[in-house]
């Protein structure tokens, strides 16, 4: 059985990744979201093991410093966020390809202990076009729009350093190339040398 792909989807707040997300999870039932370990505490309606998993600072700390954390980062807030590796690991290994939605500085840590993960970068059509949805949410002051537009700028200077960008102007389409790409993921060679070696143990079996 050959290891699922681990994807990485990155993308300044506003370019719709986590709509392209939940739109993959619905069309592609092998594959799985990994959910972030949050020291902060719960906001109404989220739920334990689902919107993240809710710990202690003693149980984060405790996971990162045993390297149970392929990624984590502290806010300055005092929050902390991180990616529990057992179960991408796990899922990986039964050939479930897994799906992460995290930030650059959150990508480089992957990269780091996966090397072959796989980063998506989901791109807002325009500047413009980005502005204008974080207005159009209507949740959030001028001043944290400003901040958000800000770091998207930072965020988008970023983008080359991953293996494959999508520009999500239409969703449906959007969502339809971060199928492809794991598509030729999969047929990448590497991963093709268990074929390989079936294929010729058969031919063996054959000739005999």
Known sequence: ????CLL???GPSGCGKGTVVKRLLERNPQLRLSVSMTTRSPREGEEDGVSYHFVTQEAFDK????GGAMEFARC???DCYGTPAAPVKAWRQEGLDVLLEIDIQGYRQVKEKAPDA?????MPPSFAELSRRLY?????????I???LETGKQEIRCAEEYDYMVVNDALEEAVKQVEAILLAEHARMEEMRTIIEEVLNDAQT???
């Open 1 to 4: 059985m050959n290891k699922g």
């Open 8 to 10: 990485v989807l990155s």
């Open 63 to 66: 996971t990162v410093e045993q």
């Open 76 to 78: 300055g807030n005092g």
């Open 118 to 122: 796989v980063g998506v970068f989901i």
């Open 136 to 144: 159009e949410r209507g949740t959030e002051s001028e001043e944290k």
């Open 146 to 148: 400003r901040q958000r």
């Open 206 to 208: 054959i000739s005999q």
